[in-house]
């Protein structure tokens, strides 16, 4: 889910059954990082306040990802009244303070991959981007036939869908087999900040990979995606419809139809109009013309070490 991306794929894969570290909201007393030994930093970002760690955990490879949560409006007066200031500057009306808030106000969200392979450590390397345009026929003899020689496992999908995993976080559920999805939470989203709201729209269906397989005898499905799914949140988080980026991307992060919900006030990432398609212009865009997604040209971002830009090159296409 939501990869996307983040990544949601791997989080997404343990099943209730090897789920060892307890119940959702229980302090863990077996820290998966406690024998973490530092390789390299992938990646790190002072505005997203984030950064990507690869290393090792007991021989084998891991991704940490530490990533600082956001401000919550609820616990502004604690932090506030609690936290302790060191003066920095004091200019005339002006001052800045080193503010040390109470562990309990000042947490990090930590995500941890492991074993990790290198496809995760190279998802989250730094690397130059590319952008990529894929036609009709690009992605049947280019794109299709890289996608179907690559492993590119969605068990963890099947696994929600099979309620094997992540049963107790799914918000709604439509069970119709052709016009049926789950709703759920994306890990990006804390679910403590309406501002951030993320979540996901998993098909039942199996046989779409992504918005390239559809055609107007999917209408029936995107409609009862965006209607019930917006009914939803709305009931649920007094989000109404008009405050909400509903949207595909391309190309997708794993390849099981599914669909974005998020907040405007949220800048999500791959929301941006090399990636994201919005749900309300597929829908038109199928209503017109049946095969539209088989045949138009689509633009999408490829990073530089990615195996399908390799194969636009060899192409002749970049």
């Known amino acids: 889910m939501a990869e996307s991306e983040n990544d949601r794929t791997t989080k997404r894969r343990k099943t209730d059954a090897d789920n060892e570290h307890g119940d959702v909201g229980e302090v863990s007393s077996d820290s998966p990082v406690s024998d973490f030994e530092i390789t390299r930093i992938l990646r790190e970002c002072s505005r997203e306040k984030n950064i990507f760690i690869h290393g090792k955990v007991k021989d084998q490879d891991a991704v940490v990802i530490l990533e600082k949560t956001p401000i919550r409006q609820d616990t502004l007066s604690k932090l506030l009244k609690s936290s302790q200031l060191k003066l920095e500057m004091k200019n005339d009306i002006y001052s800045t303070y080193q503010l040390q808030a109470p562990a309990h106000l000042n947490e990090i969200k930590m995500t941890v991959v492991c074993p990790a392979t290198e496809k995760h450590v190279k998802k989250y390397l730094h690397q130059e981007v590319f952008l990529v345009e894929e036609s009709g026929e690009d992605y049947r003899n280019i794109t299709l036939p890289y996608i179907s020689s690559q492993s590119f496992s969605v068990q963890w999908v099947h696994n929600i869908l099979e309620k094997k995993a992540e049963a107790d976080r799914i918000v709604f559920e439509d069970p119709d087999p052709d016009t049926g999805f789950v709703l759920l939470p994306d890990f990006k989203w804390d679910q403590k900040q309406l501002q951030d ?120 296409k970049l």
């Not at 919900?261 to 309300?280: M, R």
């Open 197 to 316: 709201l993320y979540l996901i729209a998993i098909v039942h269906r199996r046989d779409v990979k992504s918005l390239r397989d559809l055609t107007s005898e999917h209408l029936p499905l995107l409609t009862n995606i965006r209607s019930k799914g917006e009914d939803t949140i709305q009931r649920q988080y007094d989000v109404p419809p008009s405050k909400l980026r509903v949207y595909l991307h391309y190309q997708p992060s794993y390849y099981h139809l599914h669909i974005h919900f998020t907040s405007l006030e949220y800048n999500a990432p791959g929301c941006g109009v090399e990636k994201a398609h919005l749900l309300s212009d597929v829908i038109q865009n199928l209503q017109a013309d049946s095969s539209y997604y088989h045949n138009r040209s689509l633009a999408f971002p490829l990073r530089a070490d990615d195996g399908l830009l390799l194969r636009f090159k060899e192409a002749g």
